[in-house]
């Protein structure tokens, strides 16, 4: 039976690591690795997910000394996430590079439906930054809104209005799809 770490658990390890306890870095590593992975391929780019989940835990690791705990390891993390995931898209704006032909799959769902998953990611990149971001982390990766609020840095109604609008995008989008394929 593979359960979830807690996020009790998953802190406990973080507060370890930052110790410079290296057995409970690979547990803090493994218990939030797909999560990561998941965050940057939905907020920064699919086709640099595995880079950028890397500079996550790059990050992470030299700021982990400096972790107390105030929030969950889970949110702290998901926070630098998010900011490594802005920086990217930055840089991207500044120096495009066309996207691989071939798409990457999600490690942590290999059986995964990849057409779904292709009109999902396609659906999401036509939402403004801030409505994506605030879907992507309330309904792709489960987190409440008061964490979500917490990785965004804003106030938790500013969650829900962007999740609200977010969701009324993605309905007009599919409407107009289901329009178009109609004619």
């Keep these: 039976m593979n359960t979830q770490p807690s996020h009790a ?26 999560e ?16 950028l989940a890397q500079e996550v835990y790059l990050r992470a690791h030299r700021s982990l000394p400096r972790f107390r705990g105030d929030s969950s390891a889970r949110t702290w993390l998901l926070t630098i996430a998010r900011r490594v995931c802005a920086d990217h898209v930055r840089e991207q704006q500044r120096r495009p590079a066309p996207a691989p032909i071939d798409e990457i799959t999600d490690p942590a769902d290999p059986a995964a439906d990849h057409a779904g998953h292709g009109a999902l990611r396609d659906l999401l990149e036509r939402l403004d930054e801030d409505r994506k971001e605030a879907f992507v982390l309330t309904q792709v990766l489960g987190l409440s809104y008061q964490e979500a609020a917490e990785v965004s840095g804003c106030p938790i109604g500013t969650i829900r209005s962007r999740v609200a609008r977010a969701r009324e995008d993605l309905v007009a989008a599919v409407r107009a799809a289901d329009d178009a394929a109609q004619s």
């Design 9 to 34: 658990e998953v802190t406990r390890w973080a507060l370890q690591a930052g110790a410079g306890d290296m057995t409970a870095m690979a547990l803090f590593i493994r218990a939030t690795q797909a």
């Design 36 to 51: 990561v992975w998941r965050v940057c391929a939905h907020l920064g780019n699919r086709w640099a997910a595995d880079d």
